[in-house]
């Protein structure tokens, strides 16, 4: 079953988006509960971690979406955020507390948005679902593609970078070729930036200067050979959001 949390004070909106929800999950004969709040103080007060989705309006009464998504992220909530506003001006924001994307009320297309939106985050909630399993020292290694940050080559050791529960980053390793963990990863949308390093794009959050900046402040180098193809990819990502 698909929880989903609807914080939304226009109740035209309100209404709008969870007929779009119910419709396409209803297409998919996918199981729902869909929980409605007018403020994102109702939201919080009885919230529980296991909404999978959320749906926050932005100009809210009392606290803003943008705020409600912080406190949800300090607490270590993992929801999928999905910011919908009539505004721009807060896209940056949602970088900041990763969210999955940032839909326009205004937009002539909002319902084919909506809906290609619903796509994008069933897919990703599915895939947190599949386990892996890499040997590594020690053992094997049983993750989620989705918790691996990036993998780092260093002669003919790889490291294999996870966020933890905790929010911490726990290092890995394995005796392996960076091509080969690249080959089996690909598919999960993880992207080569330079010889030692493959990135989780999931976890991107700017390219500049040959640089690239992944969640948890970490700077990672862009080779020249990559750079531009990164930054295309870059450009187009934030475009979605």
């Not at 590594?136 to 780092?152: D, F, M, N, Q």
């Not at 990863?185 to 993880?190: R, T, V």
Request: net charge negative.
């Amino acid at each position: 079953m698909i929880r989903v949390a609807i914080c939304e004070d226009d109740l035209y909106y309100a209404e709008k988006e969870k007929n779009l929800i119910e419709t396409y999950l209803g297409k998919y004969e996918i199981r729902s509960e869909i929980v409605t709040f007018t403020t994102s103080e109702d939201l919080l007060k009885s919230y529980t971690d296991s909404f999978d989705i959320v749906f926050l309006d932005i100009e809210l009464s009392g606290m803003s979406g943008i705020e409600a998504a912080k406190w949800l992220r300090d607490k270590g909530v993992k929801s999928h955020i999905i910011f919908i506003s009539a505004y721009t001006e807060y896209l940056l924001e949602g970088y900041k507390v990763e969210a999955h994307r940032y839909l326009l009320k205004n937009d002539d297309k909002f319902d084919e948005s909506f809906c290609e939106c619903m796509e994008s985050v069933i897919a990703k909630i599915r895939t947190e679902e599949i386990k892996i399993e890499i040997d590594v020292k020690g053992g094997k290694l049983s993750v989620s593609p989705t918790k691996i940050l990036y993998a780092e080559s260093n002669v003919h050791k790889v490291s294999i970078y996870v966020l933890e529960q905790s929010g911490d980053v726990r290092e890995y390793y394995m005796y392996d070729r960076l091509d080969n963990v690249q080959e089996n990863l690909k598919k999960y949308g993880f992207l080569r930036i330079h010889q030692s390093y493959l990135i989780n794009s999931e976890y991107l959050r700017k390219v500049s200067r040959y640089k690239a900046e992944l969640t948890q402040e970490i700077i990672l180098p862009i080779s020249k050979k990559y750079f531009n193809d990164i930054e295309e990819f870059y450009i187009r990502m934030r475009g979605e959001l």
